[in-house]
DNA sequence: ATTAGCACTCGACTTAAATGAGTGCTAACG
DNA sequence: CGTTAGCACTCATTTAAGTCGAGTGCTAAT
């Protein structure tokens, strides 16, 4: 048997319908579908063949039909080719240019979190490539230095580190000349003991400090890997009958504020080397908890190699047009953010 | 009429199986306590002047009773009083000592959501003297200038400023020595137009230059003002079920996750200048979506005028004792902590 | 003052029947 | 042959009625 193009469109009509209703969906709603005009009893026929393909399922004998993980897939594949025509603008500039990186990306989340009534999820822009790019040293005060290590991609971070004595001008300088002209432009791998090892024999009595600098430098390239995940909109769930009783709601909310298993999604998408839209439909997510959500996701490109990943998660009648337009606008204001605002 | 001892201990009674239950109880329950040995009639009679005083309701004609926020509040007075005495200690160490500061605080939340099995709540510690304690301007490439900005208590801002060409060494000392002297150990206020005029007179042709340097101190300290607020176990909300249907449940998890709500409770946990241990009981809660909800806070000190908040919010029949427990050990611990770890 | 007893209330639960949306199948129709 | 009208059947949902029982208030006896 094959997906002729009536039963194509009958197959539309009854995800469509469903996805706006939530309630499965009759032969005779069908039938009244105005372009098509056909008995509920015809739809009947074809709506028993769409089941045997697997496309829709009854939830038990007497009630209309929902559609299957497999039509989801159908209709979401059908609907990106559509898609590929154009590129819808939102409205609103996403945000002025003087945020913070964090702002935005949390502005980020909440602005798709409101535009589709779903839950969002953004994650910040992590370098596939941590090489040090600058470092310096100052005084503080008597008893601290403050090390400022810049890091590819101008992930910066700061470190304090207090030592017994004060030291002089000329030997900050030395430190910092020293450490610079040795470590920068290096990968974390490329620091290794031997170099660390002479590097605390030219420092002679300073050592300690070479030390504690090394190890404040490794701790923000391993600090940057474990990253950071903004969210936006879970309790749009409970807008959701499906998804929110106490069991499900509470696995998800819990993924949501745990955000660790959020990565699982990260990695997923990031292996993937393509820079498209991914949709995962009920089962084919890779987080459990979620199997009776649909997720939306996509890479966004920060420039410097860095890549961040946005999401949308919604019951699995999610309306998949909307969320797609949205993902794609937020995606593409994202991608060409970093060359006006380099923080 | 008044409470007498006997009508104290039935209504305490009344409270305790309340709190485990979340039903109603009757005087048949009340009355096989073992240690007054009264019928259930006696009990009925004195349920009766309670209910008359205040302190219990009844949800319905035929229903057992349940505690008013009066009858929590009176309960909740007595413990505290109760509590005066012993501080435990919880048995395992927060946390290491080299975990970073938000770790820590995200960590701290944690232990309380899972020793508690409530939501919890822990906002950064902010400064209430912001003055500016030291700056620094250092040459990244040819058309980036860093600055990092530290303020009182150790809050950390690095700017990254675009110049159109490249600044020797000797400009950036001297631009160094012009900020540093004239700006460190002012406040947000005293740094006022006048000032900053001066200062750009003296830098010359990198007034500019000045100029993006203080917008970013102005930023760095408005920033630490809207503080940052970890949450966990907002999913706990779903372990009663008073507090889990649909539009309860989605205004909880709504507030921990937008946290701009929270803030209310800080203000006025801070207010109160005490360094107490404040509950706030059903409508005494200044968060309206929470009225159904007792909340339970203290402030911590982080030394250097460094205040932060913990707090615990559950369903009114929470385990107050537990609760103040945790929050007590919590506190002290973070109280204690920036004695060790200065980060 | 305390208690036993009793009538009464009312939410929660159980059961049964009615409802109605929807199906599958068959026979008739163009 | 595809399409459709008609009909018997299914079954989740709704509605109504009935039962249960925990709990109360009141009264009268101790």
Redesign the pocket.
């Known amino acids: 048997m094959e997906l002729d193009e009536r039963k194509t469109k009958i197959l539309q009509a009854i995800i469509k319908n469903y996805l706006e209703t939530g ?7 069908i039938s009244k579908y105005t372009d098509l ?6 739809i ?2 074809e ?2 063949d769409l ?1 045997e393909l697997g496309f829709i399922i ?1 939830p ?6 929902i559609p299957s993980d497999k039509g989801y897939r159908f209709y979401v594949d059908a609907m990106m080719l559509e898609h590929e025509k154009e590129v819808e603008q939102l409205k609103d500039v996403l945000l002025e240019k003087e945020e913070k990186l964090d702002h935005m990306l949390k502005q980020a989340a909440k602005l798709m979190a409101v535009n589709t009534n779903y839950a969002t999820m953004v994650t910040a822009p992590r370098s596939s490539r941590n090489v040090l790019k600058f470092l310096q040293l100052s005084r503080m005060d008597a008893s601290h230095i403050l090390a400022v290590i810049v890091i590819e991609g101008n992930v910066i971070k700061n470190t304090v580190i207090e030592v017994a004595e004060s030291l002089n001008d000329e030997t900050m300088l030395k430190l910092n000349i020293l450490l610079n002209t040795h470590l920068n432009g290096l990968s974390v791998e490329e620091i290794n003991l031997g170099l660390i090892t002479a590097l605390k024999q030219q420092a002679g009595m300073y050592g300690p400090i070479i030390e504690e600098v090394i190890d404040a430098v490794a701790e923000t390239i391993k600090e940057d890997e474990d990253l950071e995940i903004y969210t936006s909109g879970a309790n749009n769930i409970f807008k959701y009958p499906e998804l929110s009783d106490n069991q499900k709601a509470s696995d998800l909310i819990n993924a949501f504020e745990e955000k660790q298993l959020l990565t699982q999604l990260i990695d997923d998408t990031n292996t993937e080397g393509k820079n498209e839209i991914k949709v995962y439909i009920g089962e084919e997510s890779p987080i459990q908890t979620m199997k009776d959500c649909s997720i939306v996701t996509a890479n966004y490109e920060f420039g410097d190699g860095m890549r961040g990943m946005i999401g949308i998660i919604g019951p699995k009648r999610m309306d998949y047009d909307k969320v797609v337009g949205t993902i794609k606008t937020i995606k593409s204001q994202l991608d060409t953010m970093y060359k006006k605002d380099e923080d």
């Open positions: 309630e499965p969906v009759g032969s005779r709603t005009n056909l008995s509920s009893a015809t009947r026929n709506m028993a089941e009854q038990h004998t007497s009630a209309g039909r």
